[in-house]
């Protein structure tokens, strides 16, 4: 389910992709809530602590410091929270949890012998699920069947996708330094890749072994991928100077999203299966300050006035089929008209 980061990346090539109008969505609400209640997260501290996955169910995982300042994971459930461990235990120890499906699987990475490992938390117990030659791996995203999806290095040391199922991981053969941000329950696999962490960044669909780039060389992410193959995320237009513009892609082709009054960026974080979309964008030309929105049937719906404060845009996470939203330190759950 994944998870936004602000994309402002500088490349030189021109944009080439088709855009059409967004198509309709899968059926779902009829209209948007009008407002949504906070419900804080409570117990999970820290100045590193942070919620980045929700599902249906409403548990929500993470991380969060513990009383000496160690990252461990969490699962956060009717109030509660719950330490989900570690690999090994020790001055060293970390551990992070990036998705949780239907299942209440968990996936993230935890360390072992000072190396970062992408694990599986299920059913109480903590799986390793390996890595691609150098000992290092992480994982970001799950989907209901225990496929996952994440990066691992190679004995070279490169930086490359993976999907583990089965008990076994491979590498995604995507190229380049290539970070999995989700997996839907068809197996269809976005994300992004390029030359490094810090260079031009390529938006691609994998599925079955077939990689598909969605923007046509123009740098880009997609973040999210519902089970209708509605992908969100984000590339970089540069009619007049970069800037980020929140998307959706469906059957090959682009849509752009648009964006909130007085702003001219944004990007998506998350989609449904009902087809809505989460994301923020600024409310000023180039301005840095945000807010969060939602996006429907063509129409993007600003969330400040409903109840989500602007200083929480800068962390939108995700969004189930029950309408509720996971937004910096909160689940915000719709307030429905009686």
């Known amino acids: 389910m994944t998870r936004l980061t ?8 021109a944009l080439v992709a088709t855009v059409a109008s967004a198509g309709p969505a899968a059926a779902g609400p009829a209209t948007l809530p009008g407002r949504y209640r906070a419900v804080p997260l409570t117990g999970v501290t820290g100045e590193r602590a942070g919620a980045y996955a929700m599902n249906d169910s ?39 949890a990036r998705d949780v499906n239907a299942r209440g699987d968990v996936v993230g990475s935890s360390d072992r012998g000072g190396r970062q490992r992408a694990v599986l938390w299920r059913r109480g117990h903590l799986i390793d699920l390996g890595d691609l030659g150098s000992g290092s791996s992480y994982a970001s995203a799950v989907n209901d069947r225990g496929q ?17 199922q089965h008990g076994r991981m491979r590498d995604l053969g995507v190229g380049g330094y290539t970070q999995p941000l989700d997996i839907n329950n068809r197996g269809q696999v976005v994300g992004w890749s390029g030359r490094g962490a810090d260079g031009p960044q390529h938006a691609f669909l994998w599925q079955r072994g077939k990689v598909t780039w969605l923007a046509a060389g123009t740098p880009s992410r997609a973040t999210a991928i519902n089970d209708r193959g509605e992908v969100a995320g984000s590339v970089t237009d540069w009619t007049s100077e970069p800037i980020s513009r929140a998307v ?16 001219n960026a944004g990007g998506a974080a998350a989609i449904n299966e009902h087809g809505v979309i989460l994301g923020s964008g ?19 719906r600003d969330l400040t006035p409903a109840g989500v404060p602007a200083e929480a845009a800068s962390a939108v996470r995700d969004l189930n089929n029950r309408g ?15």
Do not use: K
């Not at 602000?6 to 090539?13: E, G, P, V």
């Not at 969490?74 to 970390?94: C, I, K, N, S, Y």
């Not at 996952?148 to 583990?164: L, N, Q």
């Open 58 to 96: 409403g548990q929500v995982v993470g991380q969060f410091e513990t009383a000496d300042q160690v990252l461990h994971a969490f699962r956060w459930q009717h109030g509660r929270m719950t330490d989900l461990g570690v690999l090994e235990a020790g001055p060293d120890e970390r551990a992070m």
């Open 148 to 164: 996952v999806v994440g990066t691992s290095w190679t004995a070279r040391g490169e930086p490359r996708g993976f999907i583990w």
């Open 6 to 13: 602000r994309i402002l990346m500088a490349a030189t090539c």
């Open 248 to 263: 959706r892609w469906h059957h090959g082709t682009m849509s752009y999203l648009g964006s909130l009054p007085g702003g």
């Open 282 to 300: 600024n409310i000023a030309p180039y301005s840095l300050e945000e807010h969060a929105f939602l996006y429907r049937h063509g129409t993007m």
């Open 324 to 338: 509720e939203l996971l937004i910096g330190a909160a689940v915000y759950v719709p307030v429905r008209r009686r």
